[in-house]
């Protein structure tokens, strides 16, 4: 077995992969640049070697400086991780021809899947199902067109070197097609330095499910079932869980026979994932094959018990594989939500800063449930604007579905981010929606559901019940300890009333609080009653609660007479008044907010990379205004409507905090 190992990549995946190595017995490296400093992956690892600045181009891809490293250290083997260098075939090779293992598949295999079209040719000869398309290459829109019509609309117009939603065009007619084929062509070439585009049947209502296979060096392979990760945002993955609510056991046992065979027709071997396209009738289609470890692999360890990492590891030493496919049984159901810095309120812009609180739920290993938190953030530290976005894979694992629905929302709830914007409501909000309970999802469900973006949630009658009674029970014991405050006035000692009026999303509540020693019974106008339990302190963030023995997990923060209270992807001002306060409080006018539809406000922490506009000057709807840089990608602020522009506050150049008003309109 190898002594050490150097892990080329950073973050979360970097931990995850010394944790497996840490339990082998066998010592880690770990690469930095200077952003990642005093990341946890770096303290995690017995060594750590600096490779560069911040910008990944000049670091963590930068083969030669990984290769010194390796030197550097003495590692036997490297594993990738994922992104960055997992999948480039000329790092595989350049470790070879050093006599260093790599973690991963062989050269071979990385370079036919790599390639759509080729990938597509191998998985036809090896009898996988594949999307009816044209696998050649398509010289120019016309042919484009003539193609599209003889597969039927509508296609996917798709680049060759494709990933992460670029190159990609859904065209429902020739129209379509011919502006679709451009487009999707320039993307390539600018993305990947790649033009090459090719054309398959667009498959719809489809779910994206995908096949995790593991192969030895000894020709034995196995699927280990199938993750649904058809909870998608720009092709982006937000939500996986195995198994997929979806798949019967003959549709299981064909797709993962089908990726199987396609990883020994390339002479595969370690992790990789067949992704295929499922539709209503559950016929499958293959989409691509990605040769290696994948992001959403913490849930088929959850319900198959095999530690992917570790199987690559020893994969790569040479080992057989220690199970063949009769030994692999699914157990449970097993939900990953990816904790992402970015603000759902602000159609998911991405947020940098630093965690001034980071609280991931207690990790748990029960009978009954699981609870997984695959990080590589810690609080105090920063999210830096060069990276992937992502803090957090929360998982859970539960016997079946519904059980691990739920232990994902007591989870989602019971996380501590501050600093930063992040989805965590927007996670929650999904946990909770009833088509993503029932199962019945498709690729569309984010843009179908959310069409307009993520606006928060508006919880319903019983859930708001359950948190007035907690929030006035809450309020009552804060109550009681301002009034034991020392050096209070003689003769002025303060009384709390049991009676109390809570305010919350448009509804008030009238209610009696009656205390004992285990907890609280809180009466409703109505006659109706609810049992709060907690051991909730004032100051405390987090509220575990216990109402008429349910659980309800608060984040509480204290406003004037009340509380913030985030729960459930809801954030609320829960006001708690004494009666008297209450109809005063009724009598005060509403806080308008500021009218700002005359000014164009930056959305984001960001550098002015141009101004497009002058004072004065006419501008129409639609009309470029500015691009802001953030994150390394640059946004075109446009105008919503006509106007003129009668004052310009910032220039190129100028960093500006969210918000900042950039220009004004007359």
């Not at 929302?409 to 999904?430: K, M, Q, T, W, Y």
């Not at 990608?633 to 008003?661: C, H, Q």
Request: proline fraction near 5%; charge should be negative.
């Amino acid at each position: 077995m190898f002594n050490k190992i150097l892990i080329a990549n950073r973050g979360e995946i970097a931990c995850r992969v010394i944790k497996s190595a840490r339990k082998m017995g066998i010592s880690t490296v770990a690469i930095y640049s200077d952003a990642d400093r005093d990341a946890l992956h770096v303290q995690m690892a017995d060594e750590a070697v600096h490779i560069g600045p911040p910008p990944a181009n000049q670091s963590y891809i930068v083969i030669n400086k990984v290769m010194e490293a390796i030197r550097k250290t003495g590692a036997q083997a490297v594993h990738p991780g994922y992104g960055f260098l997992s999948e480039n075939s000329k790092f595989a090779e350049a470790l070879e021809a050093e006599g260093v293992a790599f973690i991963g598949p062989p050269v071979g295999a990385i370079e036919a899947m790599g390639d759509k079209i080729t990938s597509k040719k191998i998985a036809q000869e090896a009898g996988v199902s594949t999307v009816p398309g044209y696998m050649g290459l398509v010289a120019d829109a016309e042919e484009a067109v003539k193609i599209s019509g003889e597969i039927g609309y509508p296609v996917m117009i798709k680049a060759s070197a494709g990933g992460g939603g670029k190159g990609m065009r859904i065209a429902w007619n020739d129209e379509e097609t011919r502006e679709g084929f451009q487009s999707s062509k320039n993307e390539a070439a600018n993305s990947f330095g790649d033009d090459r585009i090719f054309i398959e049947k667009f498959v719809t209502q489809p779910r994206h499910i995908e096949i995790q296979v593991l192969c030895d060096g000894h020709g034995n392979g196995v699927y280990l079932g199938e993750r649904e990760c058809s909870i998608q945002r720009r092709n982006q993955k937000v939500v996986e869980e195995a198994p997929s609510p979806f798949l019967d056991k003959a549709t299981r046992k064909a797709m993962g026979e089908q990726a199987v065979a396609l990883a020994q027709a390339v002479g595969y071997t370690s992790a990789g994932t067949v992704e295929f396209i499922v539709d209503g009738d559950r016929n499958f289609f293959f989409l691509e094959m990605n040769t290696r470890l994948q992001v959403e692999h913490p849930v088929t360890e959850m319900i198959t018990g095999v530690d992917l990492v570790e199987q690559m590891i020893r994969v790569a030493n040479g080992e057989k594989l220690p199970f063949s496919q009769g030994d692999i049984k699914l157990n449970g159901w097993a939900i990953e939500n990816r904790l992402y810095a970015e603000d759902p309120y602000r159609g998911f812009l991405p947020s940098i800063g630093r965690l001034t609180r980071y609280r991931p739920p207690a990790e748990v290993a029960e009978e009954s449930h699981v609870v997984r938190n695959d990080t590589g953030v810690y609080e105090g530290g920063e999210i830096s604007m060069y990276y992937d976005p992502m803090i957090a894979k929360l998982c859970t694992w539960a016997p079946s579905r519904g059980e691990a629905i739920e232990r994902m929302r007591v989870a989602l709830d019971s996380f501590e981010v501050e600093g930063i914007g992040h989805n965590l409501p927007f996670l929650s909000a999904v946990m909770d929606h009833p088509k993503f309970v029932s199962g019945d999802m498709t690729t569309a469900f984010i843009a179908e559901e959310y069409p307009d973006g993520f606006e928060g949630v508006e919880l319903p009658e019983t859930e708001l019940r359950r948190i007035a009674a907690s929030c006035a029970a809450m309020h009552r014991i804060a109550e009681i300890r301002r009034t034991r405050v020392s050096g209070r006035m003689d003769n002025h000692e303060r009384k709390v009333g049991k009676r109390w009026v809570v305010t919350l999303q448009d509804q008030q509540y009238d209610l009696k609080v009656k205390a004992d020693r285990e907890g609280a019974t809180v009466k409703f106008a109505d006659g109706s009653k609810l049992r709060v339990a907690s051991d909730w302190t004032p100051g405390d963030q987090l509220a575990v609660i216990e109402v008429d023995g349910e659980p309800l997990v608060l984040k509480v923060g204290k406003i004037t007479q009340g509380f913030r209270v985030r729960t459930r992807g809801a954030d609320l001002k829960v006001n708690v008044r004494r009666p008297r306060q209450a109809e005063l409080a009724a009598l005060m006018p509403e806080k308008v907010a500021p009218d700002t539809s005359k000014l164009l406000l930056c959305p984001m922490p960001g550098l002015v990379v141009n101004i497009n506009v002058e004072v004065g000057e006419d501008v129409q709807e639609g009309q470029a205004l500015c691009s802001i840089e953030a994150m390394k990608m640059e946004n075109i602020l446009r105008a919503e409507k006509k106007g003129v522009v009668s004052k310009i506050n910032a220039g190129a150049g100028d960093s500006l905090a969210v918000d900042e008003v950039i220009m004004e309109f007359e």
